[in-house]
């Protein structure tokens, strides 16, 4: 006796649904987050409003979300490094390291992108 496979097919389409489009996907090396030139439009952009507000809840928790202890710890480490609490807290957020004195070509690097700013504000 032979058996034989069925195969399943998909189900029949309907020709007057409409299909959503996929959702847009980011260029590379981009996180999605807000624009961050001079744009006259929605707050958001001209991406996804509710990527956006992902964005911004995600951004908001990462800089609440610490007890007052952890606060006051790098703000005194920050302190002993030469950097503000914003800086210090920036770069473990972004590179998840904990700066130590040791890393002195790393906090110059931090330095010198806090005066360039200064110059173009």
């Known amino acids: 006796m032979i058996r034989m496979r069925l195969r ?4 029949p389409r309907d020709r007057h649904t409409v299909e959503a489009p996929p959702p847009p996907v980011a260029a590379p090396r981009h996180n999605g987050g807000p624009p961050l030139d ?7 952009g001209k991406g996804d409003a509710h990527l956006f507000l992902h964005w ?4 908001r928790a990462a800089w609440k979300s610490v007890s007052a202890d952890v606060m006051r710890f790098r703000m005194e480490k920050a302190d002993r ?6 800086e210090y807290t920036l770069e473990i957020l972004e590179r998840g390291r904990y700066l130590q004195v040791e890393d002195v ?3 110059a690097e931090i330095k010198a992108r806090r005066r360039r700013r200064r110059r173009s504000a």
């Open 8 to 11: 399943r097919l998909p189900p």
């Open 81 to 86: 490094l030469g950097l503000t609490y914003e």
């Open 56 to 59: 911004k809840r995600a951004h």
């Open 38 to 44: 001079d744009y006259e439009g929605p707050s958001w």
């Open 105 to 107: 070509e790393r906090i």
